[in-house]
């Protein structure tokens, strides 16, 4: 049964394959510079790191001395900057020569019934470290680690006890600096492999699907392991928006798309039309994408209003079958928006129904006529000063009557006041928020440099070098 499963599944990994709706590609450049953050941060942690204290005996051979090392303290670090370096299909090798770190703490030690006491100071010479963590994925789509190789290296130890009566032991420092010399060395790998265990068991538990507004959530799970090759690193990840009430998936794949590789900047994250239109999916399946217009939401100041009066123009027998009536419009999308990415131009197209309706003044609606609009907008974006900025206008737009209860009308007049209205209203607000530019959303303690924004086919592709502020971290 199981092997013939796993041939089963071998044959025919497209059935169960889903392409990314976002990737994101870290270069060489970005791990470097994540290295070199990460060291400052470890050069400033370090006067707070605690060690653990070490106890044991040391054989003088007229005897057995039992010490204790306590309250012990780096005081003194000189942290090299590690190479840190892709290693295709594996991870990231850390390597580090060189570092010395200066300890300060408190001695005991009991021989025979002799007792004494006082401070230490020891020093570490040329620890080397060269450190491979294997990156993967687990089955639920979290990143993985594991320590995959490591190794360690001391050349040298000093230390000098003061205080008690230290002068008779200052013989036997030989003996201490090996041991201690050793318990540091053997320390080293495992203390990195906990570390990278620990590591492991947070990925393990991180939350792969995160809520964005109150009626949007999106998926992230990855959905194949890292790609890492000699010069980058790419994660691809599901990508998709959901409803936060109704978790439906979009009667549409993703399809596939290749980064440009942007080795001249830190991090490139690749969003596809894919992704784009999940949303807009979520929005139209939720029932979100509609509205109810009343003429006391027209602005006062505009002549036309919503009223059989003001339409009389447009629709001559409307006023006649129903004179001076009050008219409420329903609108809403009746399909889900597309955005649809091309070279340098994004494209969108809503599919918009408009219910008319006339109010009796016992406020029941007589339904009067439903107008189907279809309009495409193109976008042109781009990213300056960190800003998402551009232009959009209108295309088309084609106006139908859907339903008349009212009998056959022209909809030539409509679709120039529609278009009027779009033109003269609806872009000049929305290309004066796109002037001004929208900032790049942030994340903590981040700031993005050099951004640039390029519109591909079926996808559009952020890249950006980053500043990483230590200060802010800290509090
Ligand atoms: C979720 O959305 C689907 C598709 O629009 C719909 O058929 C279903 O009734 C919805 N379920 C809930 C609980 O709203
Ligand atoms: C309808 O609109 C006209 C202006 O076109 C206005 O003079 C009239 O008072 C409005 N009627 C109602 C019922 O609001
Ligand atoms: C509202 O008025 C119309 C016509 O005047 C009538 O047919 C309808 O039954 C009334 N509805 C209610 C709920 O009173
Ligand atoms: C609007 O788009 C829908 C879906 O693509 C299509 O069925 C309909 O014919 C279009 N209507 C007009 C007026 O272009
Ligand atoms: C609207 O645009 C589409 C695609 O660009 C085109 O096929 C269609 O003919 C246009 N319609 C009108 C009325 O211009």
Known sequence: MLPSLVVLLTLMPQAFAINPGIKASLSDKGLKYGSHVGASWLQEKTGQM?????????????????????SMKVSRIDLPEPTVTFTENVGIKVGMENLDIAVHGNWKTKF??????????????????????????????????????????????????????????QPFVQFFKSKILNQIQEEICPGIEKYVNDLESQLEKMQVSFQVNKDLSIELPLVFPPIIQGSDLEVDLKGVFYGARNHTEPPFVAGTFQLDQQSDLMLTVGLSEFTINSAAFAY???GLLQALITDDMIPKASPFRLNTTSFGGLIPQLPKLFPNMLMVLHAYASQTPTVSFQP????????????????????????FFRLDMNATFSSKFFVSDEKLSGSTALDNLTLTVGATEIGTFQTESLQKLLELGIKSYLLPMLNKKLKDGIPLPTVHNVQWVNS????????VEIATDTKISLQEAKS
């Not at 025979?112 to 687990?138: C, E, M, P, R």
């Not at 640039?452 to 996808?459: A, E, P, S």
């Open 284 to 286: 139209y399946s939720a």
């Open 112 to 169: 025979s019934f002799i007792k004494d006491g006082g401070t230490f100071d020891l020093a570490v010479f040329n620890v080397g470290l060269s450190t491979v963590i294997q990156l993967g994925s687990d089955g639920q789509g979290h990143l993985s680690v594991a320590s995959a190789q490591c190794d360690s290296s001391i050349k040298g130890i000093d230390v000098s006890f003061h205080g008690g009566g230290s002068v008779i032991f």
């Open 344 to 367: 340098d131009t994004t494209t969108l197209n809503v599919f918009w129904s408009s219910k008319f309706y006339g109010i009796r003044s016992n406020s029941t609606y007589i339904p």
């Open 50 to 70: 605690l060690i653990p204290d070490v106890e044991g005996d040391i054989d003088i051979k007229i005897g057995s001395v039992h010490y204790w090392l306590t």
């Open 452 to 459: 640039m924004l390029k519109v591909n086919k079926g996808f």
